[in-house]
């Protein structure tokens, strides 16, 4: 949740909209909970073990599509006052009468069920992501808190929570949903841009949370709503918030900034009990002056060809003289005074405001265990033959299609390193690197369709006559209508059946940087004229063609061809 009263629509105007290439080669921290929550929800009944799912194929997602280095938090110990909110929110959407102690045991008990199961369910992601590779930290609280301290003091470049008490803990970047499958760039939230549009600081967004409501607190004060909370904070600096939300509460209620102002100027403001002479006024054109003496003769600020009387005035004139526009200064000075009065006053009547503890939750600096150093963030090759067996056992997948899956990750992570070290090494200890075959447009994004090749001996090198002229036909190729998975698979690698070559899509920067040369002779390839494809084709007469297609592609099956090629 975060901070109640639609907190994210008021921060909607200042997102930046950000495409793929944002996240490449950042660290992002991720709270695992809310990946875990979020596609529990949307996957439930649908899917064996929905949390393992999701967070193998959008780990993978993340580190070879994206290009992130994905850092994934833990929550700790939640603060009583999150547990009790927690429970009061439960019974609040359940309908549940709580003022019987029975019901309170009860949900109690239920709680302490479900956190169980949800503890299986991390218990069972945090050992999937160890044998990926993938750094994961556990807070001291809340998961959400230690991200933004990540990303405070410089560990990681953003967040990509929905808890928009990620602000308030010290974010300064927050991702709040990132959809794989989608050409539209995802919303990106910085805290200088909030600061820049509504002049909010860290302190501020808690002051706002402390009175519309929180994780730690769900009511805020009575009467108090976004809108109201936002115009009262909007009067204090960041420094003062604090001391002026203490000393309101004691009674001691400031003067409004309209009133500080007036008090400045040169012209001394009219007090309540001091006379408001307003100049009389003809109603019969709406401007200064008597009716009878506008009567005979149009007034200085009528008009008329022949200057006799005034201009009857229209429905709903104002007049705009000094001293109308004087006295509705006034009466507005006057409306604002009361709203004010009215503000501190709910203030006030409320108890234990503000609330100590929460302030010192927010602004605590100290999220999580780490050494002098800093967190441990450390990226490591996956287990593949241990994630083949994990997932063997939770899902019942089969071997082959864990291989499958796991190759982007793979490719990603030799593209890599062959860009820090170009050594002879092969991809997966089986393929190395033949080609760049064609541009690939995915969801508004580039990709280079890598070829492999499997490294065997000449005597047994896979001869594909027909592959070069499917690849010119397909040299730049948009492929943004194929169906997408609702459970955030991306496409699967393609498989040549004589198993000799496999494709994956790959980012355009790592394989300049792994690759230099292969690239620049890819782009002197595309630039010259393409042949006539004719000259691939036989004679009308001539069948070898089709013959040697016929022998290069045997009808078999989707499942044949991923053991052939992954085992």
Request: charged content about 25%.
């Amino acid at each position: 949740m975060g901070v109640g009263g639609k907190f994210w629509e008021l921060l909607k105007p200042y997102a930046r909209l950000e495409g793929y290439d944002f996240l490449r080669d950042k660290k992002v921290a991720i709270d695992l909970s809310f990946w875990i929550v979020q596609h529990e929800t949307a996957l439930k009944n649908q899917a064996t073990n929905p949390h393992l799912r999701l967070t193998f194929f959008r780990t993978i997602n993340l580190f070879s599509k994206f290009g992130v280095f994905p850092v994934f938090v833990l929550d700790g110990t939640p603060s009583p006052l999150k547990s009790q909110a927690r429970m009061a929110r439960f019974f609040r959407f359940s309908g549940i009468d709580t003022s019987t102690s029975n019901v309170a045991k009860e949900g109690v008990r239920i709680s302490k069920e479900r956190n169980s199961a949800f503890s299986k369910c991390v218990n069972d992601c945090v050992e999937l992501l160890g044998l990926l590779g993938m750094p994961v930290l556990k807070a001291n609280g809340e998961a959400e808190a230690l991200c933004a301290q990540l990303n405070r003091d410089g560990h990681v470049d953003a967040c990509i929570t929905a808890d928009s008490d990620a602000f308030l803990f010290g974010a300064t970047c927050v991702i709040k949903c990132l959809r794989p499958h989608s050409k539209e760039p995802f919303e990106c939230y910085n805290m200088s841009d909030i600061e820049a549009g509504l002049g909010l600081k860290r302190k501020h967004l808690i002051a706002i949370s402390l009175l519309v409501g929180n994780d730690h607190d769900l009511n805020g004060v009575h009467g108090i709503g976004l809108d109201k909370a936002l115009r009262f904070v909007q009067q204090f600096s960041e420094d003062e918030i604090f001391n002026k939300l203490y000393e309101i509460s004691k009674g001691d209620v400031p003067l409004f900034q309209d009133e500080i102002r007036c008090a400045d100027d040169v012209i001394p403001c009219l007090d309540e009990s001091s006379p408001k002479p307003k100049q009389s006024h003809c109603s019969f054109c709406g401007h200064p002056g008597s009716k009878k003496a506008h009567f005979k003769f149009s007034c200085e600020y009528c008009v008329t060809d022949n200057n006799e009387g005034c201009l009857k005035k229209l429905q709903g004139y104002k007049c705009n003289c000094s001293s109308c526009d004087k006295v509705r200064k006034e009466k507005d000075k006057k409306k604002k005074g009361n709203w004010w009065i009215k503000v501190c006053n709910m203030i006030t009547r409320e108890p234990n405001f503000p609330n100590d503890e929460i302030i010192e939750m927010y602004m605590c600096n100290n999220r999580g265990v780490f050494t002098e150093d800093g967190p441990l963030l450390r990226w490591r090759d996956p287990k593949t033959e241990l994630v083949v067996d994990f997932l063997a056992y939770h899902q019942s997948w089969q071997p082959s299609y864990v291989r499958q899956w796991m190759l982007p990750m793979l490719s990603t992570i030799y593209l890599r390193e062959m860009a820090r070290n170009p050594n002879k090494t092969l991809l997966v200890g089986q393929y190395e690197f033949h080609s760049i075959q064609r541009v690939k447009i995915r969801y508004g994004h580039q990709s280079y369709v890598v070829k492999w090749k499997k490294a065997i001996s000449d005597e047994l090198s896979c001869a594909v006559p027909v592959e070069k002229s499917n690849m010119l036909e397909e040299e730049f190729i948009e492929v943004d209508d194929v169906p997408i998975d609702q459970l955030d698979e991306s496409i699967d690698p393609q498989i040549h059946v004589d198993g000799c070559w496999i494709l994956t899509d790959e980012t355009p920067e790592l394989v300049h940087s792994a690759f230099p040369e292969e690239v620049v002779k890819f782009r002197q390839e595309k630039a010259k004229p393409v042949e006539d494809l004719t000259k691939y084709s036989s004679n009308p007469g001539d069948g070898s063609s089709k013959q040697e297609r016929k022998v290069s592609s045997p009808n078999l099956s989707k499942a044949v061809r991923r053991r052939l090629l992954f085992g």
